[in-house]
């Protein structure tokens, strides 16, 4: 890919993914969870927040359109099952909003921006396994960036990409951040 | 956050806000089948007891189980403080058992603050004689929001909200508390009571006064009703009680001047029949039983605040 150097919206780093490149790798990726759940019977999302949850909406909406299904769709947040808690001052809350239907028997595909330690997700399960039982647990990222601490792979990855565990990788959405890209840079925001 | 919660002056409006923020997303795990979260593992909470309590203890040791944590219960009733052990000898074994978190009730005003510098984990003041009772502030302020700005959500504030706080306010830890916290998020607050159960600095209190409650209640968002606290009165403050609950009681006919929306608020325990009415105390408008429920969420979110995340860096020093 020829991702040229620029700025967007003031920020520093390259763009590794634009809107079109991110629209059509959730567009793959909502196939893809159509065809390995065998037409996403019993399906539901679980985004991760702050930026898994409107990916998952996402992916809940191309579902929608391609089979004409409704897919349950909600959040689940891990701050109080992580296990860097001590690390860092206690910090604010995300919603745990569970569809009604709930997650019993079902396969809940665990969406989450960034893919890096695998320690989120690590904490994503056991959270969820709080909340119910289901029969299969996936997993759904939009970036994949290496440098696993913890035996988890993704079962769908909108993109891989090999990084420095110096670099920083910024997923921006227009719902969280008015705009859509994935940014590489060596520094940035804590995340 | 500071390290403590002594007082609601604590508390800057966004501190506040990020507990009754914290609140809220913990409320849901009441809902769920396994009402319990792995947070504070292996912290260790102590419940010191020096004055008779049923909802504060309670709620305080449910919400530290619900989050995992060790709970060590102490009343001063069967223990060496009854064979005349000091506070400070009581904290300093504490300390020695490893406490991270003290809950201290006390009938003396500043025990809690005296608290805070002996031990090394961080104190939360759950009752100081007659000065502050910060927790049960901030419960308060999450059931106002929960029943007036429900759909405001996360960030919102009690602004213009009316709160008329009624009766012993001299003995009350509870409207010291209440009067702070609230006017932080906004609300305009009101006391009503008869000059004598009104404390002497009452005028330096970020709030309004007013010796009748029948002018104030139509314009009232929230009616907080406190107990008439005989324990600790010491002199005659008002002729009797049956004048006392015709001039200052909540019953239905009082009730019935409030505005449609409008909440009844009791810290509890309540005198039936003096400060409320006991058909009021059971209306719909009351939110009394929902008080003690949100009590352990907002107590869990303090606790979560306080103790779940990295070691406040004084304590290293």
Not at chain 1, 24 to 35: G, M
Not at chain 2, 274 to 297: F, K, L, W, Y
């Amino acid at each position: 890919m020829d991702a040229t150097a620029h700025s967007v919206a003031g920020r520093d780093g390259l763009a590794v993914l634009d809107a079109e490149e991110i629209r059509r790798a959730l567009t793959r990726i909502a196939h893809e969870i159509l065809e390995r759940t065998h037409g996403g019977d019993e399906v539901v999302l679980l985004g991760i927040p702050t930026r898994g949850v409107p990916l998952a909406r996402r992916l809940a909406a191309r579902i929608g359109e391609f089979e004409g299904l409704e897919v349950p769709c909600g959040s689940l947040d891990v701050t109080m099952h992580r296990d860097d808690l001590r690390l860092r001052p206690a910090r604010a809350l995300g919603r745990t909003d569970l569809p009604p239907s709930g997650v019993d028997g079902k396969t809940v595909v665990l969406v989450d921006d960034v893919l890096y330690s695998g320690r989120t997700v690590r904490a994503a399960l056991d959270a969820l396994t709080d909340l119910g039982r289901p029969r299969t647990v996936q997993l759904a990222v939009l970036v994949d960036r290496g440098h696993r601490e913890l035996p988890i792979r993704a079962d769908y990855v909108g993109k891989n990409l090999p990084t420095s565990q110096r670099e920083v990788v910024h997923v921006l959405l227009t719902e969280v951040d008015a705009q859509d890209a994935v940014m590489i840079s060596d520094e940035g925001r804590p995340s | 956050m500071k390290r403590h919660l002594i007082s609601a002056a604590d508390l800057s409006r966004g501190d506040a806000l990020l507990i009754l923020d914290t609140a809220e997303e913990l409320a849901s795990l009441a809902d769920r089948p396994i009402k319990k979260l792995p947070t504070l593992r292996g912290r260790t909470v102590v419940n010191l007891f020096f004055e008779d309590s049923t909802r504060t203890r309670i709620s305080f040791e449910a919400a530290a189980k619900r989050l995992s944590a060790d709970v060590i219960n102490f009343s001063a009733k069967g223990s060496s403080v009854a064979k005349g052990e000091s506070l400070k000898d009581t904290a300093l074994t504490l300390e020695a058992m490893g406490a991270d978190a003290v809950v201290i009730r006390h009938s003396a005003s500043g025990a809690a603050h005296r608290l805070a510098g002996w031990v090394r984990g961080s104190v939360v003041n759950a009752g100081d004689g007659t000065h502050e009772h910060p927790t049960q502030a901030l419960l308060d302020a999450f059931t106002i929001r929960r029943k007036l700005r429900a759909s405001s959500g996360r960030g919102a504030g009690l602004d213009g909200i009316r709160v008329t706080i009624v009766g012993d306010v001299l003995h009350s830890r509870v409207a010291r508390s209440n009067v702070l916290l609230l006017s932080s998020l906004g609300a305009e607050v009101t006391l009503a009571a008869p000059p004598t159960l009104l404390p002497l600095a009452v005028d330096t209190w970020p709030c309004a006064v007013s010796y009748d409650l029948d002018t104030e209640l139509p314009k009232s968002d929230v009616v907080m009703m406190l107990r008439v606290q005989q324990e600790r009165m010491t002199a005659a403050y008002f002729p009797s009680v049956r004048e006392y609950s015709r001039r200052y009681g909540l019953d239905a006919a009082r009730m019935a001047r409030l505005p449609e929306h409008a909440i009844v608020m009791h810290p509890g325990p309540m005198n039936r029949g003096v400060e409320i009415a006991a058909e009021v105390a059971d209306s719909a408008r009351s939110t009394i039983v929902e008080q003690v429920a949100n009590g352990v969420t907002t107590r869990m979110a303090v606790l979560y605040l306080l103790l779940g995340g990295t070691e406040f860096p004084e304590v290293a020093s």
